[in-house]
């Protein structure tokens, strides 16, 4: 969810640059600030995508048990969905 969150505030903060920042920027120093605030978010959410997706199987596999144990009858209770069609492991 943090990581969705990260995502949406960097869309945001582009969307402001484009449309506020930029057309008042009056010089290269100014340029700059807004490239560094566009990018800051960008990249937190690619490293926060990107943890998420190279998380241990074995956390995951744990973090299930957990939610399982508090009493979620099933992973999909939990939080994971499944598709129509598609299988749980």
């Given at each position: 969810m943090l990581a969705a969150l990260?995502?949406?505030d960097?869309?945001?903060?582009?969307?402001?640059?484009?449309?506020?920042?930029?057309?008042?920027?009056?010089?290269?120093?100014?340029?700059?600030v807004v490239g560094v605030a566009v990018a800051a978010p960008a990249?937190?959410?690619v490293l926060l995508w990107s943890a998420r997706m190279h998380r241990?199987?074995?956390?995951?596999?744990?973090?299930?048990?957990?939610?399982?144990?508090?009493?979620?009858a099933a992973p999909s209770q939990a939080g994971v969905s499944f598709a129509e069609g598609e299988e749980r492991r």
């Open positions: 990260v995502t949406y960097a869309a945001l903060t582009l969307a402001q640059a484009l449309l506020f920042n930029l057309p008042r920027a009056r010089g290269a120093f100014e340029l700059a990249v937190a959410a241990p199987e074995r956390l995951v596999r744990a973090a299930r048990r957990e939610e399982l144990a508090r009493g979620a």
